[in-house]
């Protein structure tokens, strides 16, 4: 059964060049684009992306990294879509969790700057996507 997931580029992996590079990796590993836009995001959509980090020592970081400088958002679907992802983005932490051959793996070393976000759940792709897309 296909399901969608929310994906993002993030700054850093806009600023480094890096579109593309994980645009061909969901490609290639068979899934679609469904919508796709280089954008600058709010703070107040940035703290309803990250509602569930609120209080965290690394929420205002975040919040301000986050809305810095434009990103890439995408809705990706296919079989598995969420998991999927997580998949090819590997662990949070990109040294630590992040195995080589994932995203975060090959390209992070940082984890507030680990060049992308996929939702976690049916239930967070759902609010995302109806967060950054609300048309769709
Ligand atoms: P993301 O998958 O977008 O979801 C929450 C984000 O918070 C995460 O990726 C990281 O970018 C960031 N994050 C999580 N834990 C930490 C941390 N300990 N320090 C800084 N940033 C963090």
Redesign the pocket.
């Known amino acids: 059964m296909s399901e969608r997931t929310l994906v ?1 580029v ?1 700054p850093d992996g806009v600023s480094r060049g890096l579109v593309g590079e994980v645009i061909s990796r969901i490609e290639r590993k068979g899934l679609k684009l469904a919508a796709l836009e280089l954008r600058v995001v709010d703070r107040a959509t940035a703290e309803q ?2 509602a ?2 609120d209080g ?4 205002n ?2 919040v301000e ?2 809305t810095g400088g434009p990103l890439v958002a995408v809705v990706v679907e296919g079989a598995r879509a969420i998991s999927a992802f997580r998949q090819l ?1 590997g662990g ?2 990109p040294v630590e969790k992040a195995t080589p051959g994932t995203i975060r793996g090959d390209f992070g070393l ?5 060049l ?3 939702s ?1 759940s049916p239930e967070s792709a759902e609010r995302e996507i109806k967060l950054w897309f609300p048309n769709l």
């Open positions: 993002l993030k992306h990250y569930e980090h965290k020592p690394f929420y970081d975040l990294f986050i983005a949070t932490d940082e984890v507030q700057f680990n992308v976000h996929g976690d």
